[in-house]
């Protein structure tokens, strides 16, 4: 049965850190692994998808690399702004695809 | 393109009613899936579906039961309403090919189901 960690639950930072994001899964037979943004009372944004056969994605400030083997990912955020503050969520995909419980972000301005 | 789509988008039940939670996506996809999330919490799977005529129970599945007679539809049915299924329900959609293929998963808005 797959479980899915984040570390650490809750992460203050002031504006302008770079920060790492940590999620470690127990399974590493999967797909693909994804990292959503979720703001308070809304729904997921898919950030960055990683398939099994490759170790990193980027997108703009955001850089996602996958140890399938170690069974961990982590999300790089560079320059970090207030407008980063949310819920980051990590998912990985078997047959089913089952989520962390989220680490909550603040950007301090 | 509408993406995914739920309704209702929010819902107040009494306890010991039954409702149907619905979703549509107009993307093709095979995978479909149900998730609930609790206040402060991850999203927890409910049932998924991985091509019409198929379901399978995933984390939480009691108290919930789905079809999935078309590719596109993927309803929620809770039969007995209980105080313990108060939360958010997100459906979801992916396509799913060979082992390393699977695209971005899509969600829907989330239903916010309150039982009293």
């Known amino acids: 049965k797959q479980e899915v960690t984040q570390i650490p639950a809750a992460l203050s930072v002031p504006e302008g850190e770079n920060l790492v994001l940590n999620c470690s899964f127990t399974?590493?037979?999967?797909?693909?692994l994804q990292w959503f943004r979720q703001d308070p009372g809304k729904g997921l944004t898919s950030l960055l998808l990683?398939?099994?056969?490759?170790r990193e994605q980027t997108s703009g400030r955001l850089n996602a690399s996958l140890d399938k083997s170690s069974g961990r990912s982590t999300l790089y955020i560079a320059a970090s702004q207030p407008g980063d503050s949310a819920t980051y969520l990590c998912?990985?995909?078997?047959?089913?695809?089952?989520f962390g419980a989220g680490t909550r972000l603040t950007v301090k301005p | 393109n509408a993406g995914v789509t739920q309704t209702p988008k929010f819902r107040i039940l009494k306890i010991g009613q039954s409702m149907t939670l619905q979703c549509t996506q107009d993307?093709?996809?095979?995978?479909m899936y149900w998730y609930r999330q609790d206040p402060g919490m991850g999203l927890k799977l409910i049932y998924y579906?991985?091509?019409?005529?198929?379901?399978d129970k995933g984390e939480v599945p009691n108290g919930y039961n789905v079809s999935r007679s078309t590719t596109e539809d993927f309803p929620l049915r809770l039969e007995l309403a209980a105080p313990s299924q108060t939360s958010v329900y997100f459906c979801?959609?992916?396509?799913?090919?060979?082992?390393?293929?699977?695209?971005?998963?899509?969600f829907g808005e989330g239903s916010w189901l309150t039982v009293v």
């Open positions: 998912a990985v995909k078997n047959n089913d695809m089952r």
């Open positions: 399974d590493s037979a999967i797909y693909n």
């Open positions: 990683i398939q099994s056969s490759q």
């Open positions: 993307m093709n996809h095979n995978y």
């Open positions: 579906s991985v091509g019409a005529g198929i379901t």
């Open positions: 979801a959609s992916n396509a799913q090919g060979t082992l390393n293929s699977g695209n971005t998963i899509y």
